[in-house]
């Protein structure tokens, strides 16, 4: 298998990409905000949180539509091999899906501390919304991808349904 194949067969690789972009949004915005002095202008800020939104809204899609119904499919097959009913309701994919609506919670409010010009609630939900975001995004490529290149015989697919989607959005 040529170096081309195998990295268009890799999720993680597709996905980690996304992850860059999203987290270099995250800098430039924490560095913004973490300069801030009394009256400065939001205006950058809430430019520099659009740009992460887009980011973060292209890859949740790409997850939610794409990649965790799959990883899903492939849990409950594994779980019925192992002989058990037990449902993945409280398993890997749906705790990232639940941090995916933490995420845009957090970005919700981190918006209006911006509008209301609210220095110190900006401090707090910037810092709520990094911590979260690096911890999601340190689960998501050292456990939830590793799974997927591993384990899942259809990452193939997967994985031209991730490439096709990016470049339509």
């Given at each position: 298998m040529s170096k081309?194949?195998?990295?268009?067969?890799?999720?993680?690789?597709?996905?980690?990409?996304?992850?860059?972009?999203?987290?270099?949004?995250?800098?430039?915005?924490?560095?913004?905000?973490?300069?801030?002095?009394?009256?400065?202008?939001?205006?950058?800020?809430?430019?520099?949180?659009?740009?992460?939104?887009?980011?973060?809204?292209?890859?949740?899609?790409?997850?939610?539509?794409?990649?965790?119904?799959?990883?899903?499919?492939?849990?409950?097959?594994?779980?019925?091999?192992?002989?058990?009913?037990?449902?993945?309701?409280g398993g890997p994919v749906n705790v990232m899906l639940l941090e995916h609506k933490s995420l845009w919670m957090i970005i919700q409010n981190l918006e209006q501390a911006i509008k209301n010009e609210a220095n110190k609630e900006i401090t707090s939900f910037i810092t709520q919304l990094a911590a979260l975001l690096r911890s999601h995004i340190f689960r998501e490529e050292n456990v939830l991808y590793v799974v997927a290149d591993a384990k899942m015989k259809e990452k193939a697919k997967i994985s031209a349904r991730l490439r096709k989607l990016s470049k339509k959005m």
């Open positions: 081309k194949e195998k990295k268009e067969l890799d999720l993680t690789g597709h996905s980690s990409a996304d992850h860059k972009l999203v987290l270099r949004s995250l800098k430039k915005l924490q560095d913004y905000l973490d300069n801030l002095s009394e009256g400065s202008n939001l205006e950058k800020a809430t430019e520099l949180l659009d740009t992460m939104k887009k980011d973060m809204k292209i890859h949740f899609k790409k997850e939610e539509e794409i990649l965790f119904p799959a990883l899903n499919r492939h849990f409950e097959r594994a779980l019925k091999k192992m002989g058990t009913d037990i449902r993945p309701e």
